[in-house]
């Protein structure tokens, strides 16, 4: 299929929407797209007299924010390519990727700047400070002399002032051309750069018109959570709304429960796109505690009034999210199933999705109305999906995807991408899953997570994880494998402990009653033989899934 020009559709977003909103840092600046049209021409002006072709690489890192958007919109319309970097990326990590990427530009936040080390990053040109755009490192005159001069600069290409009539970007006129470089977290060794093109961007930003366009209007405020670094954030946070018409709020801060909570009551967001541990957090903290109580216990098992309550508890979470929203889209991460089957219960309106950082993500997806709980959706349009197994609706299998969202391969590593892009253009997810006669997928684990157990039974530990999460007093869980036993690492909520009296003699007690009631649901081969307590939280991916690897010894 032909892909149209993605960068027209930004040069023509800009110009449709002149007047409107676009990015506003919460509690700061708001830019119109107008704003954001200037800032990229002076951008532009910068690179042209900095020496920068197109195709070369420019990176950004740092927190998210409306000159990080602007920025990332700049080096595609110059015809650059874009390498997003997670800002919570330690530094080596960010050297090592600015040097495999070569990139000759790099973007760095307030905190990243103070964290990097220019001297690891020899290829550099110049480092760039998002908030001002002021030089923190420049290597060449070049671009020295057209950071000092950049306002008189474009004073004199535009002496009357700057109109919709100036706004000419570079189009990609070949679906295939590279757009950006995404580093996937990479918890082992070192991370792959995924090549996106320009028709895998176009492909999922037509996917959410289609799902997302009609209900969501023009002006209409939305929230960006999760890192535009992150392809999740990019595509459904950011780029579809920016094409769109809509006014991005971004929480420039490490968004806590509680800021969250507030940023949703003011902008109140007419779609919302998050992590399942989000949601969680605010529904564990806001929501389950007024609902926990007898009284409430009793009036959702009396039939006729059970209606009336669930409405009245989905009127409150509802409301926990601004009260505005047409659904709630969760994906990066397997959602817990009490969560989920609360959700269901009382009739919200949320979705899972399942993407992959080489679709650019989605993947799967179905509208809040057919969804089927427990799924992931259905294949996105532009893509198919098949299971690798000879009876898909009952035996797991490999993911397999295919169409105009799959990368174009991973960045200098041949080997890799032969691994995973197979002749026939399928790119193999490692995620195992099964699918129904209707195409629902439905996930069952990572395939390099998979436990073996005596008999050469598969066990996913992620099943019996979730199941040990919604347990008394269990924050957060990993299953790992010791010779044939299996065992579950457990950080506690310590912080509850404390406020009931508990002793750690007391903690061990109610972890060896999870233990023995978990067991009267699990199969003989997936038994915990013992519970440990774990002293603090597991450490993270940037996408919040557990360094698994770590704890396996």
């Known amino acids: 299929m032909e892909t149209p020009s993605f960068n027209q559709i930004i040069q023509k977003s800009i110009i449709d929407n002149w007047d409107l909103d676009a990015l506003t840092d919460y509690k700061g600046v708001t830019l119109q797209y107008h704003d954001v049209a200037r800032k990229i021409e002076k951008l532009h002006i910068m690179f042209e007299n900095s020496g920068v072709k197109k195709g070369d690489k420019i990176a950004l890192c740092g927190r998210n924010s409306a000159n990080w958007a602007v920025a990332f919109l700049a080096t595609l319309t110059y015809g650059a390519v874009a390498v997003p970097i997670l800002h919570e990326f330690t530094s080596d990590q960010v050297h090592n990727i600015v040097n495999h990427s070569e990139a000759r530009l790099l973007f760095v936040g307030d905190v990243v700047a103070t964290t990097i080390d220019a001297t690891k990053m020899p290829l550099l040109e110049g480092i760039i400070y998002i908030p001002d755009y002021s030089l923190v490192v420049s290597r060449t005159d070049k671009l020295t002399y057209a ?272 691994e995973t892009l197979d002749k026939d253009g399928w790119y193999h997810t490692g995620d195992l899953g099964t699918m129904d006669a209707q195409g629902n997928v439905f996930i069952k684990g990572r395939s390099k997570n998979m436990l073996l157990g005596a008999n050469g039974q598969n066990i996913y530990p992620e099943e019996i994880e979730d199941k040990l999460n919604s347990m008394a007093m269990v924050v957060e869980s990993i299953v790992i494998q010791k010779e044939d036993k299996l065992i579950g690492l457990v950080y506690p909520d310590f912080d509850e402990a404390r406020s009931m009296g508990f002793t750690s003699e007391d903690l061990e007690k109610i972890m060896e009653e999870n233990r023995q009631q978990i067991n009267t649901n699990l199969p003989a081969y997936c038994k915990l033989s013992a519970i440990h307590i774990h002293q603090e939280e597991f450490a993270k991916t940037p996408k919040k899934s557990i360094k698994r690897y770590l704890y396996y010894e």
């Open 147 to 418: 950071r000092e001069h950049l306002n008189e600069m474009f004073g004199k290409k535009y002496p009357k002032y700057f109109r919709k009539e100036h706004v000419q970007y570079y189009f990609d006129t070949n679906p295939d051309e590279l757009a950006l470089i995404n580093y996937t977290s990479g918890t082992t060794g070192f991370s792959k750069g995924v090549m996106i093109p320009y028709r895998a961007l176009w492909s999922n930003y037509d996917f959410a018109e289609l799902v997302l366009g009609k209900t969501i209007k023009k002006g209409d405020n939305t929230i960006s959570i999760l890192p535009m670094a992150h392809m999740y954030g990019m595509a459904f946070e950011f780029i579809f709304e920016f094409l769109h018409g809509c006014h991005v709020f971004y929480l420039t801060r490490i968004p806590s429960p509680a800021i969250i909570a507030q940023a949703f009551a003011d902008i109140r967001p007419a779609i919302i796109i998050a992590v399942p541990l989000i949601i969680e957090k605010i529904i564990r903290k806001r929501v389950l505690p007024k609902i926990q109580n007898n009284k409430m216990r009793l009036l959702l098992s009396m039939p006729i009034l059970s209606k009336k309550v669930k409405e009245k508890i989905c009127e409150q979470v509802v409301n926990a999210f601004g009260g505005k929203f047409e659904e709630v889209i969760i994906g990066g991460a397997a959602f817990n199933q009490e969560i989920e089957q609360f959700l269901h219960g009382i009739e919200f309106p949320y979705t899972v999705g399942y993407g992959a950082t080489e679709c650019a993500p989605i993947i799967c997806y179905e509208d809040w109305h057919n969804f089927v709980p427990s799924s992931c959706g259905k294949a996105v349009v532009h893509m198919e999906v098949k299971i690798n197994s000879e009876d898909p609706e009952n035996v797991p299998g490999e993911i397999l995807a295919r169409g105009l969202n799959v990368m174009l391969g991973y960045y200098k590593n041949e080997e890799a991408t032969k």
